[in-house]
């Protein structure tokens, strides 16, 4: 790694920090100041799209998360965040086609595109096929946090259809 982009990684954990401490205007600034350094790294558009989301700005989120993926649409955690807002809209079309576009990409996690699928299609009412998609998921899981995320979902799932 050359010692830009050390630096880069560097002042994004700051960042990440200052968000976590509830710094926001501190985090802010400073995302301010890398857009004009690194207008190319998606990480930037996309933490400021998280941290939008987070303040319940959708819109801005969304308007974030789309500048991610124009400057990398290679850069994965961006599909499953912006596909997020799009089940929450109830943009399902446009959900499901960001998901299977991740489906594609190199460094993806397919634990976590299973996951939005399955959350999709719960929220379309389509239960059988979300616990499908969770399963999926499970079957992806490489830690406990997504298979913990994962099986509650199925349990929540198969309560609503009585199975439980």
């Not at 989120?61 to 789309?66: D, I």
Request: glycine share 2%.
């Amino acid at each position: 790694m050359n010692a830009e982009l050390a630096r880069f990684k560097e002042q994004m954990y700051v960042v990440s920090l200052d968000i976590k401490d509830k710094y926001y205007e501190r985090a802010l600034n400073k995302i301010n100041e890398l857009i004009q350094i690194y207008p190319n790294r998606p990480e930037i558009y996309y933490e400021l799209g998280k941290f939008n989301y987070n303040n319940w700005d959708n819109e801005s989120a969304e308007k974030n998360f789309l500048k991610a993926l124009e400057v990398d649409p290679n850069y994965f955690p961006t599909y499953t965040q912006y596909a997020l807002i799009l089940i929450k809209d109830k943009r399902y079309k446009d959900a499901e086609i960001i998901l299977n576009k991740s489906k594609k990409l190199k460094n993806k996690e397919d634990s976590d595109i299973y996951f939005y699928l399955g959350m999709l299609f719960q929220h379309q009412g389509n239960l059988d096929t979300a616990i499908e998609a969770y399963t999926q998921s499970l079957y992806y899981s490489i830690n406990e946090a997504q298979i913990d995320s994962a099986m509650k979902f199925i349990k929540v799932c198969k309560e609503l259809r009585g199975w439980e």
